[in-house]
């Protein structure tokens, strides 16, 4: 019994067959089942999603804590950025080798959430390890009466947050932040302390994967960074 065809290629395969077994139009129908296949193999793909990165699950829950005394408690405001492309979740990289004043993003990676939103994340997880963290808004909250001084108040700006290729093959994850620590007093605001951070990493691969892991590695070694200099300056 004749099988039935599956798809359209098969039915014009079958009837090329069957005209060419009376000897007729046999040319005409495999022309035909030529343009067939040329035009199927050309269908566009599916659409690739683009791959959704983070800095990871951070310290495990099971790992040991070293016991120290705690430190002071610390509010920390919103990371702040120059605008543009740092406030979207693009994965960014530059060509230093060809132009290093042009940022490029990776048309199939993106971050979770904005990279100040990543960074100031991070930050909190790491200096709550020791101390209390405030989130600024809640100082303004605090009672006076028993809290007559107030958390100093930590803020940052994230100045480069992107994979730099020094060579096609040879990168580092870079990022640059000035970190500002302020007392709030009843007579405003005074600067106890600046610091600008710029820490790099070297990436394992010349993609976005790696990129993203030199970022993180990067950003932890400048979080650790502003933690060791907020523990050296003068206590209050």
Not at 10 to 26: E, K, N, S, V
Not at 120 to 145: D, M, P
Request: hydrophobic share 40%; with cysteine.
């Amino acid at each position: 019994m004749f099988e039935k065809p599956k798809n359209a290629i098969d039915l014009i395969a079958g009837r090329a067959h069957g005209a060419c077994a009376t000897g007729y139009f046999c040319l005409v129908f495999a022309l035909l089942a030529a343009f067939a296949l040329a035009g199927c193999s050309g269908l566009p793909d599916k659409p690739t999603r683009a791959l959704i990165y983070d800095f990871g699950p951070g310290p495990l829950a099971t790992q040991q804590v070293t016991r120290q005394a705690p430190l002071p408690p610390l509010a920390i405001d919103d990371v702040s950025t120059s605008g543009g492309v740092l406030d979207n979740m693009a994965v960014l990289y530059r060509l230093a080798y060809v132009d290093e004043q042009q940022l490029r993003p990776y048309s199939q990676a993106r971050w979770s959430m904005p990279p100040a939103q990543l960074v100031r994340q991070r930050l909190r997880e790491q200096l709550s390890q020791r101390r209390v963290v405030f989130e600024a808004g809640e100082r303004a909250s605090l009672n006076r009466n028993q809290n007559p001084v107030l958390p100093l108040l930590l803020r940052l700006e994230l100045q480069e947050f992107s994979q730099l290729f020094t060579a096609p093959d040879t990168s580092v994850g870079l990022i640059r932040m000035r970190a500002t620590l302020m007392e709030v007093t009843p007579g405003g605001e005074r600067l106890v302390g600046q610091r600008n951070v710029v820490v790099q990493r070297p990436a394992t691969s010349g993609d976005a994967t790696g990129g993203v892991r030199a970022l993180t590695q990067a950003t932890d070694a400048a979080i650790e960074e502003i933690d060791q200099w907020l523990q050296q300056l003068p206590a209050r």
